[in-house]
């Protein structure tokens, strides 16, 4: 069976299976680390309120990732973990746009 071409190339459906765990993989880390996040903006967000940076729980993990950022950066309460945080905050971005990136595409390629 072939996929029709989506403007690169045409991709087969064996093609296609070997990247569904992989994806899916990515998916499932995606998943955990949004969790994960949550748990920093449950420790955080009450100061974060307080010092008006944010009104409200940010819902999308870029959101998220934005308020984290602007906490660790402006708030002297969590400089000492300031720069461990911001690294792991970029990795978390870079996951994100990643995320945002490859499943569409292959869900753009089975329709």
Same mark, same amino acid.
């Given at each position: 069976m072939m996929v029709p071409d989506l403007g690169? =190339?045409? @991709? %087969?459906?064996?093609? *296609?299976?070997e990247i !569904? =765990? #992989?994806? /899916?993989?990515l998916l499932l /880390?995606?998943?955990l680390l949004d969790h994960q996040l949550d748990f920093w903006l449950m420790a955080i967000?009450?100061?974060a309120r307080k010092q008006k940076l944010a009104s409200k729980m940010p819902h999308q993990i870029g959101d998220k990732i934005g308020l984290l950022g602007?906490?660790? %950066? &402006?708030?002297? !309460?969590?400089s000492k973990h300031r720069h461990q945080a911001l690294r792991l905050l970029k990795?978390?971005? !870079?996951?994100?746009? @990643? &995320?945002? %990136? *490859? #499943? =569409?595409r292959? @869900?753009?390629f089975r329709r």
């Open positions: 690169s =190339r045409s @991709i %087969t459906a064996e093609a *296609i299976a !569904e =765990r #992989p994806v /899916g993989q /880390g995606y998943a967000f009450e100061v602007k906490c660790f %950066t &402006r708030l002297a !309460e969590f990795e978390a971005d !870079e996951l994100n746009s @990643i &995320r945002n %990136t *490859i #499943p =569409r292959v @869900i753009s």
